[in-house]
């Protein structure tokens, strides 16, 4: 089992910044990947950014050139560093870790963007 509690969401203004942390315990080397994710109501959850554990990075093209995913091993942590926020951007935030055999998720973290 993996466990992953999120934190950094908030309220911040159109062309701001805020940064995502999610942080790992449990079966955690078992970790093969991990990601950030997001939903907004009434529509599928949609890729934002994952990482590999070798560090390849993966990014969804609405977000490339503002948002950076990286990991922290000796924390167990990954970040999801959010500039040039756009009002677009709000919606809930999820981590996920993937396993060979399952996918983990975090409860959520909500980012807003005022305009």
């Known amino acids: 089992q993996v466990q992953l509690v999120e934190s950094g969401g908030g309220l911040v203004q159109a062309g701001g910044s805020l940064r995502l942390s999610c942080a790992a315990s449990?079966?955690?080397?078992?970790?093969?990947?991990m990601g950030w994710y997001r939903q907004a109501p009434g529509k599928q959850r949609e890729l934002v950014a994952t990482?590999?554990?070798?560090?390849?990075?993966n990014y969804a093209d609405s977000v490339k050139g503002r948002f950076t995913i990286s990991r922290d091993n000796a924390k167990n942590t990954v970040y999801l560093q959010m500039n040039s926020l756009r009002p677009e951007d709000t919606t809930v935030y999820y981590c996920?870790?993937?396993?060979?055999?399952?996918?983990?998720w975090g409860q959520g973290t909500q980012v807003t963007v005022s305009s």
């Open positions: 996920k870790a993937r396993t060979w055999d399952a996918d983990y």
């Open positions: 990482v590999t554990s070798g560090g390849s990075t």
């Open positions: 449990g079966s955690i080397f078992r970790i093969n990947a």
